[in-house]
Structures are given as structure tokens and as C-alpha cells.
């Protein structure tokens, strides 16, 4: 009896503790890791040159794919991704062009019959050929987080259906997204896209919700919470 009593007060101390963690955190706070990210990487962000800042060495390891720094990695990367390229078919190739320049902030590249090749946009078409179906039936897109606008840019040149592509993300972050997106959407494609800050997340409204890379840098109160 005794030791039943105990577990009962330790359960509920135990949901109490959870319960008022979850209530300082905040719905859809950002986790310890991005507030210091912001701090440190994008506190400025507006000071950001788009021409450079998905270059190996900057910002690009926190938003954009492998950074490869030293001149042997740096040999070694370009041959898997010109070895990647070769492999696709021509739907895929299709796909890629149909998304426009791909090329703002220096990425690494390869080229392949003329055309620019990066790691970032051929994630961008395997995430469509894996959502194709999906994205096919809907008009309306959520993405929760997105690095720094990729994944809208990809899917809203290839399916001009959607009428409105929210994006969800911390502040700083947001700040870049439109930055780039006024660069490679036309004002057409522009218009679509709605600008949520991560903290009003339940204003998006309804309609097909997406995470690429990200939740896995949240913490998981926030993760159920989104889900």
C-alpha cells in the first residue's frame, strides 16, 4: 500500500514537472540549439549576401547540405554528385529545370550535358517524386521549416496549382527565406507564398503539411505539437 501511495506521488510530481515544462517552452518554441543558431549565425541576418552564403565554410552547414571544406572532401563530394546526375533519368532532369536558377549563393555544382547541377535541388526533386501523388491532389502546402526556401521553390515551379504555400519557421530564419524567394520566384509564384513566424503556427490553416529536415532539431513537446 505503502509503496503504491509513493509511485502515485512520484507520477504525479513526474506530470506536474512535464506539464510545466511544457508550458514554459511554449507550443512551437525553438529548441536551445536554434536560439543559439540565431544568436550566432543570423542574429545580422539582413547583413547576409545571398551570392555567397551557400558556399562551403559560411552559413550554408546549417541550412543547405554537406559542407565540404577541405580540397580532398571537396573532390570527393563533386564526384558523387556528378555520379548522382548522370544516373537520373529524364523526368528527373525535367523536373530540375522546370524549378529555374538553382544556382544564387554559390553552391558547389557539377555540370552535366549544360546544364548546373547542386546537391540542395536534387534533394528538392527526390522529396517531389516522393510527394508527386500527394502534391498532385492539394491546393494549399504547409511546410514547417525549410532551410532557406528550397523545397517552395521547387514545388511551386513544377505544380502552379497551389494556391497558397505557407512557410513556418523562426524569425531570423524567415528573413532569409524572403530574401531568396524574391530572388528566384516570379511575382506570380510570389504571391502564393505566406510568411508565418513558428510562434503563430496555428494560424496556417489547413491543407498538406510537410517537414523536410528539421524536427529533428526540435524538441520533442514541440514535435507532438506540430503533429
Known amino acids: 500500500i505503502i509503496f503504491n501511495w509513493v509511485l502515485k ?3 504525479s510530481i513526474f506530470v506536474t514537472i512535464n506539464m510545466n515544462s511544457k508550458k514554459d517552452l511554449g507550443k512551437y518554441a525553438s529548441s536551445d540549439l536554434w536560439k543559439k543558431l540565431g544568436h550566432e549565425l543570423f542574429s545580422e541576418i539582413d547583413d547576409i549576401q545571398l551570392n555567397n552564403f551557400r558556399a562551403p565554410g559560411d552559413i550554408n552547414n546549417r541550412l543547405a547540405s554537406w559542407d565540404p571544406i577541405d580540397s580532398n572532401t571537396y573532390r570527393y563530394y563533386k564526384t558523387i554528385l556528378f555520379d548522382l ?3 537520373e533519368d529524364d523526368d528527373f532532369i525535367g523536373t530540375y529545370k522546370k524549378i529555374g536558377n538553382t544556382s544564387i549563393g554559390n553552391p558547389v555544382e557539377v555540370i552535366v550535358n549544360g546544364h548546373s547541377f547542386n546537391l540542395d535541388y536534387i534533394f528538392s526533386v527526390q522529396e517531389i517524386f516522393f510527394l508527386k501523388s500527394i502534391l498532385l491532389k492539394n491546393q494549399f502546402i504547409v511546410e514547417i521549416g525549410g532551410g532557406f526556401g528550397r523545397t517552395c ?3 511551386l515551379n513544377n505544380f502552379p496549382q497551389f494556391k ?3 512557410i513556418i519557421d523562426i524569425p531570423e530564419v524567415l528573413t532569409l527565406w524572403k530574401k531568396y524567394l524574391n530572388k ?3 511575382k506570380e509564384m510570389l504571391r502564393k507564398v505566406i510568411f508565418l513566424e513558428n510562434t503563430a503556427a496555428d494560424n496556417a490553416g489547413g491543407g498538406l ?3 523536410i529536415d528539421s524536427m529533428q532539431e526540435m524538441d520533442q513537446i514541440v ?3 506540430y503533429l
Do not use: Q
Request: hydrophobic share 50%; no cysteine.
Open 9 to 11: 506521488k512520484l507520477l
Open 85 to 87: 546526375v548522370v544516373d
Open 153 to 155: 521553390h521547387a514545388i
Open 164 to 166: 497558397k504555400y505557407t
Open 184 to 186: 528566384v520566384l516570379s
Open 209 to 211: 503539411y510537410i517537414n
Open 223 to 225: 514535435v507532438d505539437n
